[in-house]
């Protein structure tokens, strides 16, 4: 079974539509972070989470928010969808017990925004 | 600011040849590096990492070598297959960060010819 899973995999939506991609993760780590890839570009940090009381912007924050429902669920809004938001979308964890800790990533969703 | 990169977009490779895939970094803070390897259609998949007080790391057919002088590092692949071919990533973290914080390269294609 896979330890950070992302839903949905993928969805095609509209200008303008709210949507939610969802994270949940089974490692136990209280650290959590979306990404966003395009195409030729390395990873970019859109939110993190320290834990449940913990929200932090990343270095692409605008035009998204998120929510941090329990240790094990972090979900990324985009409030009114555009299409320069078109790209894979990536959920991770950490564990910060660890003092060099790497990420674990989950398998991404595909968004598409016409 | 922070910058990770790579020498080059692509690599091919015959299969059974040694690949090396290389990164520039920039921030002489970084203390912990991580490659990563990206399938299609999927997260990305922790390879191997290594500190900063170390110059070299290997695994199960993987080396990581870390020059600090230039600040370059690079993966080497030995006896490339197939399954090997992928996009990989090198990230860094900035010893100053709490909380693991990485900053990702762009990645290298790498394909693997029978």
């Known amino acids: 079974d896979a330890d950070v899973t992302q839903t949905p995999r993928n969805r095609i939506t509209k200008t303008g539509k709210r949507i939610m991609l969802e994270c949940s993760q089974t490692k136990g780590h209280d650290r959590m972070y979306w990404y966003r890839q395009d195409p030729g570009l390395g990873l970019r940090l859109i939110y993190y989470?320290?834990?449940?009381?913990?929200?932090n912007k990343g270095e692409i924050s605008d035009g998204y928010s998120v929510s941090r429902q329990a240790q094990a669920k972090f979900s990324l809004s985009l409030e009114s969808a555009i299409p320069n938001q078109t790209a894979l979308y990536f959920c991770?964890?950490?564990?910060?017990?660890?003092?060099?800790?790497?990420?674990?990533f989950g398998p991404g969703t595909r968004l598409t925004v016409l | 600011g922070e910058s990770v990169g790579l020498h080059l977009p692509t690599l091919s490779v015959q299969e059974g040849d040694n690949s090396i895939i290389n990164c520039a970094y920039s921030?002489?803070?970084?203390?912990?590096f991580i490659w990563y390897k990206q399938e299609s259609g999927k997260g990305p998949q922790f390879i191997i990492d290594?500190?900063?007080?170390?110059d070299k790391r290997q695994g199960q057919r993987v080396t990581v070598l870390l020059n600090k002088t230039v600040k370059h590092l690079s993966l080497q692949i030995a006896a490339t297959q197939p399954g090997d071919s992928a996009v990989y990533f090198c990230?860094?973290?900035?010893?100053?960060?709490?909380?693991?914080?990485?900053?990702f390269g762009r990645g290298t294609q790498l394909t693997v010819w029978p």
């Open positions: 989470s320290f834990d449940v009381k913990d929200i």
């Open positions: 990230a860094e973290r900035d010893r100053g960060s709490t909380l693991g914080r990485l900053y």
């Open positions: 991770a964890t950490s564990d910060p017990r660890q003092d060099y800790n790497e990420q674990f």
């Open positions: 921030n002489s803070a970084s203390d912990y």
């Open positions: 290594i500190r900063s007080n170390m």
